[in-house]
C-alpha cells in the first residue's frame, strides 16, 4: 500500500480524499493556487506545495506542477479528483513516465472514453444502446445547421472533450444552432482545451441515469447500482439520488451488464461512471441509451456509498495499488435510500445568476463528514453528510466551479431521505453570496419530485418564470403567524426590560397584526396561542438575538431562520423567505396611510448580472433591437451567458466593449 499520496484538486473533492487517506493510514500532500492558501484542504493535509496563480490554467492544471511538487514531497501516487486533470491521458502518461502511480484508470481508458465520439464508436461495438446522431467531427455552423436537419429536431450539441453540463446547447431549430453552436466550440475550448463538437438526437422526456462501475487489474469488473440525476439545470446536475424511483431489479440488471460489457471491452479499472439517457415515455424501461462514460469519480458518488456502504475512494486508493476486489457482485447490496442536493453559490431568485463574495456566515448542520476510523461516517451523523471545502470567512471566487457542498441525506425510504434534506437545509446557515438552497429544498417539497415522475426538463417545466420560492399551505402558514407572533412578543419583551421601564415582562395578552404572503392574521399569545382565533398548539425556543427559532407545532417541527427588518421580521424556512410585517393589532389599520415607495426604472439598461468577462457585444449604438434578440454575452464561472432585449428598443449609448471584465450590476448598453 501506499505511503503517502498527493491530490491534485482542490476544494472538498480534496477533503473527501484526504479523510480515506487519513484513516487508511496514508499521509497526504495538497496542491494549492493563491485563492486557495487558506483553504480547509491545505490545513487538512499532511503538506501543502503551493503550484500558482488562481486561474486553474496557470496551477491546477499544469501537469508539471503537480509532478515536481510530488517529487518534492517524495508522494508515490496520485489521486486527481474530478476535473482538472482527472481524465487528461497526457497527465496520466507523465505520471507513468517519472515512476509515480496514478489514482485512476489505465491511460487507454481514459482515451477511449474521454473523446466522447470516439466512446459512442467502441460503445457500438461492445453492443451497447447509443443515442442516434452523428458520430464524427462537424466541420462548422453549416454543416451544424445539416447534420441536424438530417438527424430531425431537437438535438444537443456537445463539446467532445465536455463534461460538468459545460460545453451543451439543446437545439429546437435551425435559429438555435446558428446562435448556440460558435458557443459550444468556445466553451468547449476554454474548459477542456477541445473545440470538436458533435451532435447527437435529444429524447424526449428523457431521464439522466448512470451506473457506478469497479474494476480491479485483475480483471474483475462490477455494477455498484445506479444514481438518478434527471433534475439538472443548463445540463449540470443538482440533485441525485440512489437508487432511482424509476429502474426496475430487471432494467437495473440489463444496464449493469452493458455498462460492465463495456468497461472490459476498453480495459477499464478504478471507479468510474457509465451515463445513459433513457425515455420516460418507454412504459418497459427497456429504452436507455449509453451517453459517455467518466473514468473518474463522480461528484454525486456519496449516494452510492450510502446505500451500499463501500467508500469508492478507498477502493480506488486499493486498486491502483494492485489489490483485488475484496467482495463481489452478488454482495453488493442495496440498503434505503440517499439524495445529495448541490449548495450553488448562484441566486435562483435572480435567474440562477452565478454569485461569488466572501461567506460571511457558514455553518452546515453538521460538521464535514466524517469516520470513525472503521468506514462507518459514508451516512453521516444521523443519516445527514455534509462533503465541503470552503470556510466561514473564505473567498467564493470566480475561478472554480459554484459548488460550495454537497448534502447527503439517508433515510430507510426515499419519503424520509428527502424530509431528512428539508430538514438540514433549514438548518444550512450561509451568508455573504448567494446561494440555492431554498430552491433545492422546494424540489424535494414538490409533488412532482416526490411521486418520482422526473425527466431532465424537470426544472423548466416546474419553474417556467423562474423561481420566487416554494409554494407555503395554507397550514403552514397560519403555523408562521404563530411563530412570527411568539418572536415578536419575546423581542418586546427584551426591548422592556433592556430600557430598564420594567422589571420583567408585561402580563398577556399580546395581540399582534401579521402581515405576509398578502394575507394578514390576527395572533394573540395568552396562556395559549390563538390565530384569528383558533387555537394553536405551539412550543417555541427563541431568545432574541438568536437566529433560528426552534418550534413544534401539533408535532410537526420547524427551524426557522429570524432575520429582523424595519417593518417586522424576515422569516426563512421550508424553501421560502417570507417578508413578514408585524404591528400591534390596536394600531395596523394606520397602515393604509402609508405612502407607497415606487421602485426605479432600470428596463432602459442592460445591466451586468454577474461579474464576468464580456465574451461579445452583438450591437452598436443606433441599432434597431427587438425582444428576445441577443445582446450580448457574459462569460462567469465557466458558462456563457447570452443576455437579451426585453423590449423593442434603439441602442442609445454603449459603454462596456468586449474583452471587459464586468462588475456586478455594471451597465452595459443604454437603450432608447
Known amino acids: ?99 509515480i502511480a496514478f489514482i485512476g484508470p489505465p491511460v487507454a481508458a481514459i482515451a477511449a472514453m474521454g473523446d466522447k465520439i470516439e466512446s459512442k464508436k467502441l460503445a457500438l461495438k461492445a453492443g451497447v444502446n447509443v443515442v442516434p446522431g452523428f458520430v464524427g467531427e462537424i466541420e462548422d455552423t453549416e454543416h451544424a445547421v445539416r447534420i441536424s436537419a438530417e438527424i430531425g429536431y431537437p438535438v444537443m450539441m456537445k463539446a467532445s472533450a465536455g463534461g460538468g453540463g459545460k460545453g451543451m446547447r439543446l437545439a429546437y431549430s435551425e435559429q438555435d444552432v446558428r446562435e448556440g453552436f460558435e458557443a459550444v466550440k468556445r466553451e468547449g475550448l476554454n474548459s477542456f482545451g477541445d473545440d470538436r463538437v458533435f451532435i447527437e438526437k435529444f429524447i424526449l422526456n428523457p431521464r439522466h441515469i448512470e451506473i457506478q462501475i469497479l474494476g480491479d487489474q485483475h480483471g474483475n469488473i462490477l455494477y455498484l447500482n445506479e444514481r438518478e440525476c434527471s433534475i439538472q439545470r443548463r445540463h449540470q446536475k443538482v440533485v441525485e439520488e440512489a437508487p432511482s424511483p424509476f429502474v426496475t431489479p430487471k432494467m437495473r440488471k440489463a444496464m449493469g451488464e452493458q455498462c460492465v460489457a463495456l468497461a472490459r471491452a476498453v480495459g477499464y479499472h478504478s471507479a468510474g461512471t457509465v451515463e445513459l439517457i433513457v425515455s420516460g415515455a418507454d412504459p418497459t424501461g427497456e429504452s436507455f441509451y449509453f451517453l459517455e462514460m467518466n473514468t473518474r469519480l463522480q461528484v454525486e458518488h456519496p449516494v452510492t456509498e450510502a446505500i451500499t456502504g463501500i467508500d469508492l475512494v478507498e477502493q480506488m486508493i486499493r486498486v491502483a495499488a494492485g489489490e483485488k476486489l475484496a467482495f463481489t457482485q452478488a454482495e453488493v447490496k442495496i440498503d434505503g435510500w440517499a439524495v445529495e442536493n448541490r449548495v450553488y453559490a448562484e441566486d435562483p431568485y435572480r435567474g440562477f445568476l452565478p454569485s461569488t463574495g466572501r461567506l460571511v456566515r457558514y455553518d452546515p448542520p453538521v460538521e464535514g463528514w466524517t469516520d470513525d476510523g472503521a468506514g462507518n461516517g459514508r451516512r453521516g451523523v444521523d443519516g445527514v453528510r455534509v462533503d465541503d471545502g470552503v470556510y466561514e470567512g473564505g473567498e467564493v471566487s470566480m475561478f472554480y466551479d459554484p459548488m460550495i457542498a454537497k448534502l447527503v441525506t439517508w433515510g430507510e425510504t426515499r419519503d424520509e431521505a428527502a424530509d431528512k434534506q428539508i430538514a438540514a437545509l433549514d438548518a444550512f446557515e450561509l451568508e455573504g453570496v448567494g446561494h440555492n438552497i431554498d430552491f433545492v429544498s422546494a424540489i424535494m417539497q414538490h409533488p412532482r419530485f416526490r411521486s418520482g415522475e422526473l425527466t431532465t426538463g424537470f426544472i423548466a417545466e416546474e419553474y417556467p418564470e423562474g423561481f420566487a420560492g416554494a409554494a407555503t399551505s395554507d397550514e403552514v402558514s397560519v403555523n408562521l403567524a404563530a411563530i412570527a407572533g411568539f418572536v415578536a412578543t419575546a423581542r418586546a419583551d427584551r426591548a422592556r426590560q433592556t430600557s430598564g421601564q420594567l422589571d420583567g415582562a408585561l402580563d398577556p395578552p399580546y395581540d399582534w397584526s401579521v402581515t405576509f404572503g398578502g394575507k394578514t392574521y390576527v395572533v394573540r399569545l395568552e396562556e395559549d396561542v390563538t390565530v384569528d382565533g383558533e387555537a394553536i398548539d405551539l412550543g417555541a425556543s427563541y431568545t432574541p438575538g438568536d437566529r433560528f427559532v426552534e418550534a413544534t407545532i401539533a408535532g410537526e417541527h420547524y427551524c426557522v431562520k429570524v432575520e429582523p427588518t424595519r417593518t417586522g421580521l424576515r422569516l426563512t424556512t421550508r424553501g421560502a423567505i417570507h417578508q413578514v410585517r408585524i404591528l400591534p393589532a390596536r394600531i395596523a389599520h394606520l397602515t393604509m396611510h402609508m405612502i407607497e415607495k415606487i421602485p426605479p426604472d432600470l428596463s432602459k439598461f442592460l445591466i451586468c448580472p454577474m461579474p464576468g468577462l464580456l465574451v461579445a457585444l452583438h450591437v452598436g449604438e443606433g441599432d434597431r433591437v427587438e425582444p428576445g434578440q441577443p445582446l450580448a454575452v457574459v462569460e462567469a464561472m465557466k458558462m456563457e451567458n447570452i443576455l437579451r432585449a426585453e423590449k423593442a428598443a434603439v441602442v442609445k449609448k454603449i459603454n462596456a466593449r468586449a474583452g471587459e471584465s464586468l462588475a456586478v450590476d455594471a451597465v452595459i448598453l443604454e437603450l432608447d
Request: include cysteine.
Open 1 to 99: 500500500m501506499f505511503k503517502k499520496i498527493l491530490i491534485a484538486n482542490r476544494g472538498e473533492i480534496a477533503c473527501r480524499v484526504i479523510k480515506t487517506a487519513r484513516r487508511m493510514g496514508i499521509a497526504t500532500v495538497a496542491v494549492y493556487s493563491d485563492a486557495d492558501a487558506r483553504a480547509p484542504f491545505v490545513r487538512m493535509a499532511d503538506e501543502a506545495v503551493h503550484i500558482g496563480p488562481s486561474p486553474a490554467a496557470q496551477s491546477y492544471l499544469l501537469a508539471e506542477r503537480i509532478i515536481a511538487a510530488c517529487k518534492q514531497t517524495g508522494a508515490e501516487a496520485v489521486h486527481p479528483g474530478y476535473g482538472f486533470l482527472s481524465e487528461r491521458t497526457a497527465f496520466a502518461e507523465a505520471l507513468a513516465a517519472e515512476g
